[in-house]
């Protein structure tokens, strides 16, 4: 019997359409073909107006910037006086539903092994923090070929989890479920999509009844999202690899699983930032550094609570534990009800 987290389940009729269907010509992979071929990219028609509904309902033009020392920017307190939007009415979130997307491509061993030693202190700072909330947390991971949570790695079987799902409950196992499922190894598709796998995995028919993802999101709390990459997700000319869409794209299929609030989403990048950085002089050779990645900056800062960190840190601790902790506490914080 499958583990019913507690909290209200988003109905399938909330959320909105997303992307428009011309976006996905030649971009099959995901959901659609690991889900026995039902032919479904799980990404719905855009509104015409992708930055109007964000706008609309949560201020998004007025997202601030965030660091690693976990600073006053990148927080919100739900409302905007500054555009005459009226403060939004907030309350404390009593769940959590946090998707890690994590490259599983030839040049991220190091990286792997960086989020592997940092993730578990990063949910020990959370406990500190949301002692309350912590018995309601979701977790599921991602990697960047594929629109299913992973289940098992190329060497070890993950499941079953301790909450009979796809996904990952607080408790216990929490630590050596996230070790095995974080430990996805480098022999994933070069055509790394973060983006598209990450909207695809928890679109209507993925977190919807029977669904691979059932009963994931919930209405309860904040959806964080962890992004480590050490490549930009682009659409590539020659090869046509990448995430379709541009970044306004994104953000309104993310937030749309949030009733169009862009406060009720956490957004966590580890990706190639600007320097000064800690990637190699010349910052990107294919297979040291990483690639800078200012689509994947311009989505993470577009939400009000977002952290952007160097994933050639030598160390990723510092980043979750401090900036990142302090994003999830402040979204949980003035969560606005869907």
Known sequence: MRARGRGRTIGVAMIAPLFAASCFAGHDRGLGEASAGTGSSGITPAQSDTTAMADESSGLSNAGSSSEDGGEDGSSDGGDSSTGHEPLPTVQCTTLDIVVVL??????TEEQTKLTSAIGPFFAS???QLPSVMDSIHVGVLATDSALFVTSTPTAMCTPYSSGASWMAYGPTLDAELACATALGVAGDPDERPMQMTIEAIAPEAVGVDGPHEDFLREDGPLVILIVTDEEDDVEE??????????ADWVSAIAANKGGYVEDVVV????GVDKPNACPDDQWDGIDGAE??????EFTESFPHHALGDVCAPDFGVFLSNAGVTQV???CNNYVEP
């Open 103 to 108: 490259d599983n491509s030839d040049t991220m």
């Open 126 to 128: 959370l406990q500190q």
């Open 238 to 247: 020659n090869t046509e690899w990448g995430s379709p869409g541009a970044p």
């Open 268 to 271: 966590l990048s580890l990706v």
């Open 292 to 297: 800078l990645a200012p689509r994947l900056a």
């Open 329 to 331: 506490v402040q979204a």
